[in-house]
């Protein structure tokens, strides 16, 4: 059936119609927020009301109409469009409520008009967006590409400052409350960026990882320009939406972990490298040894990278002419000097840091963990991305115009540069994972390599192919970073909020949730100890780091806790930092309060053997809401006699 097309006048007259609906939808929001709070609803329900509301009675009833007949793919598709609008707009008005009544301190009858601001800035656009294919690189794709980029970057910097830190964030927020030119297990750059962040922002979950959100920021940018550069202004902007959306860089740009400035210093001396080798700019070799210097105190992985490097300088022989040019060699020992600090602070702790991530790693039980590897690349590339990089880069026909550079560059060059980038960080971890363990983020940042070629085999067809499997992965593109849109907002909505009938999990200790309770729970039992028997105690979390470090943070007076919270090397376990900043020879004869989430852990004989006296194991339950998240375990003991032998 065809859809009649309107006069000019009534294609007028509904525009006029949607443009007063955005105008009342926020103003009905609001209204039936308040009426719902009158009727005695609790805030989450009013402002789930009012948003169906708004959505209900404003928006919905002035989309143009439809000549589709029900059941129709045409329907269908209509209807899912809408399904994955409304549910991103709730979300994302989600995050901006619960940041201003708990974030802020707003009470709800004003925390709910932003949040009905962003639902219609989110809503109107979004539905009238409606008469477009999910299709990335077909008609209209590049306004909803922005308009994924932009739901992207507003749901992490709504729900940043919401989410509780994991546990390695506020392992390397102690890192900042102990400022150094190094560290057991990573460079100092992330516990740098979390000094300055909370510095400027507060000690606060916001303020840990603003830091984060500018990273994630740069590696945007220099992947745009990577890729503009590469393969043109629309291959850029596909590349922008990649790095918004695919978990490995969704979550970098809002977690403060070493990976997020790793990447953005991997993204940016990519693009460098390129402008040195493929575009021949001398000055270029100056900015990519900063990069590769920042890098390296972001984390030691880069030096991959620069590997990549001379191995591509190897095999092109247009760029051995650069052996015998000053600024390669410059430009290395720019980086080194940009690392002195860290060499520096490893030659006064007989190089712990280096050996940590060298013998120690390769001392480990051997264990076969490659298809944990491949496993890790599957989850941070998505199925849809693994399946297109091997295709892409096995093709033999390249673009025979690989976008704005030089007209004089050999397009075959381009590609080798990627595939060398790309490939040698993932040889190397490959080999590595046939006897040792290996960690998700590790194929992360050398996976940019491959964002540049992802993007142009969204935008373009190979030479010749243009049905087959190159135009599956192209429709595969779409649905696959919308899925992953949704699945951001309702995991960071249940993180913040909660979703009904959904649990913890078995290991609860691994989500961030509870731990502000738990903080506030183990710093009144402190104080009670204090009280009793006039000893302040040093709190023990009873695992590597987690624990203590989440302790700290979550405690009510964390300038205190920094200096009383400490880790399980107290009883001969490994305990990282905590090692050296609480040396188990200065703890003797101190009164400690072990924490731990498993009962056993406060029973075994190398504590009974390293202490004088032991209350009885005590149990506590952490909640959210009223809601038990799982129960912990605590224990006093007095006189501690530091570590003994076994």
């Known amino acids: 059936m065809k859809r009649e097309t309107a006069p000019p006048y009534f294609r007028r007259l509904g525009a006029v119609r949607f443009d007063l609906a955005a105008a009342l939808g926020p103003l009905v929001d609001v209204l039936c927020y308040c009426a719902a709070i009158f009727l005695a609803q609790s805030a989450e329900h009013a402002q789930l009301q009012s948003f169906l509301a708004a959505v209900g009675l404003c928006y919905l009833p002035q989309l143009p109409s439809r000549s589709a007949p029900r059941g129709s793919a045409e329907y269908l598709g209509l209807a899912l469009h809408l399904m994955v609008i409304t549910a991103l707009a709730f979300f994302l008005r989600s995050g901006v409520f619960v940041l ?39 008609a209209g794709w590049k306004a909803g590409a922005v308009g994924a980029i932009t739901v992207a970057v507003a749901l992490r910097l709504v729900y940043s400052g919401r989410v509780e830190l994991l546990p390695e964030e506020t392992y390397y927020w102690s890192y900042a409350r102990h400022l150094d030119f190094g560290y057991l297990d990573h460079p100092p750059m992330v516990g740098w960026l979390i000094a300055a962040g909370t510095a400027a922002f507060g000690n606060a979950e916001f303020g840990v990882r603003i830091g984060a959100l500018c990273c994630g920021a740069i590696t945007a940018i220099f992947v745009y320009r990577l890729t503009r550069e590469l393969f043109g202004e ?29 990447t953005a210093m991997w993204a940016a001396a990519l693009y460098y490298s390129a402008r040195a080798l493929l575009a021949g700019r001398r000055e270029a070799w100056w900015r990519l040894g900063l990069c590769l210097g920042f890098g390296l105190l972001s984390k030691y992985t880069i030096v991959l990278l620069g590997l990549s490097i001379l191995l591509f300088m190897l095999l092109d022989p247009v760029s051995r002419r650069w052996f015998k040019r000053a600024e390669p060699y410059a430009a290395v020992v720019l980086a080194l000097v940009i690392f002195l600090p860290v060499i520096l602070w490893n ?10 991530q060298t013998s120690r790693r390769l001392a480990d039980r051997p264990q076969f963990a490659l298809p944990k590897l491949i496993g890790s690349m599957i989850v941070l590339l998505t199925p849809t991305g693994i399946a297109a990089v091997p295709w892409l880069f096995s093709r033999r026909r390249v673009p025979a115009d690989p976008g704005p550079a030089p007209h004089d560059v050999d397009p075959s060059r381009v590609w080798l540069l990627l595939k060398v980038a790309a490939l040698v960080p993932f040889t190397v971890f490959a080999l590595f994972s046939l006897r040792h363990e290996v960690k998700l983020d ?14 142009f085999g969204i935008v373009h067809s190979l030479p010749g192919v243009t049905s087959g499997f190159s135009l599956f992965i192209r429709r595969a593109w779409a649905p696959t970073l919308i899925a992953l849109l949704l699945l951001y907002g309702a995991g960071l909505y249940d993180l913040t909020v909660g979703i009904p009938g959904v649990g913890y999990g078995r290991h609860a200790e691994l989500v961030p949730i509870g731990w502000r309770d738990l903080g506030g729970q183990v710093s009144a039992i402190a104080a009670d100890i204090d009280k009793r028997t006039g000893d302040d105690p040093l709190i023990v979390g009873m695992d590597r780091y987690a624990i203590a470090s989440e302790l700290a943070f979550y405690s009510p007076d964390q300038v205190k806790s920094v200096r009383s919270t400490s880790s399980a090397h107290l ?37 009974v053997s390293s202490v004088e006296r032991l209350e009885p ?30």
Do not use: C
């Open 571 to 607: 009883f001969g376990q490994v305990g990282l930092m905590y090692e050296r900043w609480f040396p188990p020879a200065a703890q003797t004869g101190r009164t400690l309060l072990l924490v731990a989430w498993n009962r056993g852990d406060l029973e075994s004989a190398g504590i």
């Open 347 to 356: 030659a006064e702790h007989d190089w712990a840091s280096f050996l940590f």
């Open 100 to 138: 201003a009544t708990a974030g802020w301190g707003w009470p709800g009858q004003a925390a709910i008009v932003p949040a009905a601001i962003a639902t219609a800035l989110l809503v109107r656009p979004g539905y009238a967006y409606s008469n477009s294919k999910w299709t990335l690189g077909g």
């Open 617 to 646: 194991v005590q149990e506590g339950v952490v909640t959210r809401d009223n809601g038990v998240i799982r129960p912990y375990y605590y224990r006093v003991a007095y006189g501690y006699r530091g570590l003994t032998a076994p």
């Open 234 to 262: 629309a291959s850029g902007l596909a590349a922008v939406l990649l790095v918004q959306t695919l978990p490995f860089f969704f979550l970098i740009g809002m977690l403060m972990t070493p990976d997020a400035p790793l």
């Open 442 to 455: 590790w194929t992360g940042a050398p996976s940019l390599a491959v964002v540049p070629a992802l993007a």
